[in-house]
Every structure is written in structure tokens, then in C-alpha cells.
């Protein structure tokens, strides 16, 4: 079954707001929290597991992992 251009198009966006949202600054912390990490959950691991942004809503965060 083919993808949807819409799911097609998660990876891409997703590689394309880590490497805007590098420099971790405190003005992104809501692009931070919107990257789409619920369907890439290996790219959510490496995010929080090497501690690449820390101005997050982590409540939020929480949430999605339950």
C-alpha cells in the first residue's frame, strides 16, 4: 500500500526542523515541542537521549510517551 503524500512528506519535514532548531535557543522551544516525534519514535529517543533541545514543553512531551 503506497503512503499518502502527506506521510511521505514527515521525514523530510522532521530532518529539516532538526537542522533549523540546532542552536537550541529559548525562542523555539515551541517549534520544539511541535516536531512530529510521534511518528518517527526512534528520532524522539536520539533527541531526548543526547539532550539536543531543552526548551521543550515537557509536559506535553510526557504525555505523547504514554
Known sequence: ????????????ATYFLLDALEDNK????HLQTR?????Q????????????FTHYDRPTIANLGE
Open 41 to 52: 519514535p526512534q528520532v524522539a529517543d536520539a533527541i531526548l537521549g543526547n539532550e539536543m
Open 1 to 12: 500500500m503506497p503512503r499518502s503524500p502527506r506521510r511521505a512528506m514527515i521525514q523530510p
Open 26 to 29: 529559548l525562542e523555539q522551544g
Open 35 to 39: 516536531l512530529n516525534l510521534v511518528h
